[in-house]
């Protein structure tokens, strides 16, 4: 299960993840064997059929997810816990280091592997895709989702 941070302008106004044109998320997911082709954001919901979900963490839509403040975050969280007991993925993805921090109160979490579990399922972390996210580039993003999907492969 894929989770992002929060819908942005554009996702929110059209109503699907990742949506605007530029975000990363769906090209990264390709190239790191996730998907049989290249996906859009319309096309989200053939992601159930490879056994892949997608959420948020926060509901609300913003320009910018530094717009969240903390409380939002961690409700949020605590919500995708929730969520995660209830549909039992293999593997929760949150996108985005710093609102991981802030939302499941863990400032040392870095990208990969978490060591805390959701009853069974285990979280790694990813980059956000966003294209505000300078610090990732396409190749970089996919290089993470590929380890991800290595270690889901096992």
Not at 97 to 111: C, H, K, N, P, S
Not at 114 to 143: C, F, K, M
């Amino acid at each position: 299960m894929f989770c992002g941070i929060n819908p942005g302008l554009y996702s929110g106004a059209v109503g699907h993840h990742f949506a605007r044109p530029g975000n990363r998320f769906w090209p990264a997911l390709y190239r790191s064997g996730f998907t049989p082709r290249l996906l859009g954001p319309f096309e989200e919901r053939e992601l159930l059929g490879l056994g892949l979900g997608i959420t948020n963490i926060v509901g609300r839509t913003t320009a910018r997810a530094d717009e969240l403040d903390a409380e939002e975050l961690r409700s949020g969280a605590a919500q995708l816990r929730r969520k995660v007991l209830r549909r039992r993925p293999r593997w929760l993805a949150p996108l985005g280091l710093t609102a991981y921090r802030i939302g499941f109160g863990d400032a040392r979490a870095q990208v990969g592997p978490q060591e805390v579990r959701i009853g069974a399922t285990r979280v790694w972390l990813l980059p956000n895709p966003s294209g505000l996210n300078a610090h990732y580039q396409l190749d970089d993003l996919a290089t993470e989702f590929r380890r991800l999907a290595a270690a889901a492969a096992r």
